[in-house]
């Protein structure tokens, strides 16, 4: 089974810090994604890389950055986290062939105060 | 008009139900369609995907799809307590050189004993 662990559950940060998350997966998959999930807006894709130091920015890029030094670690930086950061992260991953699906980790539940 | 469209629900079905799940979508690109169902506090997990019309059956779940009319259905026979969950559909395409996917913001389904 693929296996994509996000380092933390729940996140409480404050307006200005420079914000981390992280994720891994264990599959040896090119791809990874960057999602923010908010009720009533469903998914939206922040970045996602193709590959090891590769990166494309998705639909809501602004105000975050992200870096992929190893394949199997995808990380999301809020560069001056604001409130309205504040949602649901998730991270995925998928091999690129085809119209193979994502597999997500289980997110991480991010306020900022 | 949001590319893909989902009612939120909440939809709430006695146990033993038969469960329609519905989405619609405006873009005629989109090559494959997935099913996620995503637990409380849980990432989405891949329930079913399919890449033409007609239906797809894996055991008590069918997907329909209906590309003339752009009209994805979920069906869930005998519905058990425990497929309380909320439903996501996610439509695929080929785009700029990766596959990119559009999710729906989910129905939420509870089934109660």
């Known amino acids: 089974d693929v296996k994509v662990t996000q380092s933390s559950r729940y996140l409480v940060k404050r307006t200005g810090e420079k914000v981390f998350l992280e994720c891994v997966q264990d599959m040896d998959h090119e791809n990874m994604f960057w999602y923010r999930q908010d009720p009533g807006l469903g998914l939206r894709l922040i970045y996602f890389s193709y590959d090891v130091k590769m990166k494309e920015k998705g639909d809501i890029p602004e105000g975050y950055s992200v870096s992929r030094e190893k394949k199997e670690r995808f990380s999301l930086i809020l560069e001056s986290a604001s409130t309205n950061q504040t949602s649901m992260y998730l991270c995925?991953?998928?091999?690129?062939?085809?119209?193979?699906?994502?597999?997500f980790g289980d997110g991480t539940r991010l306020s900022i105060l | 008009q949001k590319e893909v469209e989902q009612d939120p629900g909440p939809l709430s079905v006695p146990e033993g139900a038969i469960v329609s799940l519905n989405c619609t979508y405006s873009n005629s690109a989109f090559q494959y369609f997935m099913w996620y169902r995503q637990y409380s506090r849980k990432g989405p997990e891949l329930l079913m995907y399919?890449?033409?019309?007609g239906n797809k059956e894996d055991g008590r779940f069918t997907a329909q799809v209906d590309k003339s009319s752009k009209y994805i259905s979920l069906f869930i026979r005998d519905s058990q307590p425990s497929d309380s969950a909320t439903y996501l559909c996610?439509?695929?395409?080929?785009?700029?050189?990766?596959?990119?996917?559009?999710f729906g913001a989910g129905t939420r389904l509870a089934v109660h004993p």
């Open positions: 996610a439509n695929g395409m080929f785009s700029g050189g990766y596959n990119k996917l559009i």
């Open positions: 995925a991953s998928r091999t690129p062939t085809g119209g193979q699906p994502q597999h």
């Open positions: 399919t890449y033409s019309s």
